[in-house]
């Protein structure tokens, strides 16, 4: 796996870059150093489709994170 930089948000969320510095790599590097992570995360559930535009689907075991610091009122 093409893993750098695993950062844990102060939200919750993980923030996972697919290379040493993504922001000076190739568009072909990103995608492909993607399709082999995914491979490896996708079987987790928590990962929506967005395959069909305007037709979100979240994952089977999506469950989303609500914090009081929420700009959004649920």
């Given at each position: 796996m093409y893993l750098h930089n695993i950062l844990y948000t102060p939200w919750g969320g993980v923030q996972l870059d697919l290379a040493p510095h993504p922001w000076e790599s190739n568009v072909e590097t990103l995608?492909?150093?993607?399709?082999?992570?995914?491979?490896?995360?996708e079987p987790?559930?928590?990962f929506g489709d967005y395959t069909?535009?305007?037709?979100?689907?979240p994952g089977a075991n999506w469950k989303p994170i609500l914090h009081?610091?929420?700009?959004l009122k649920v």
């Open positions: 995608s492909s150093n993607q399709l082999s992570v995914m491979k490896h995360l987790s559930g928590i069909k535009f305007l037709e979100y689907k009081q610091t929420s700009p």
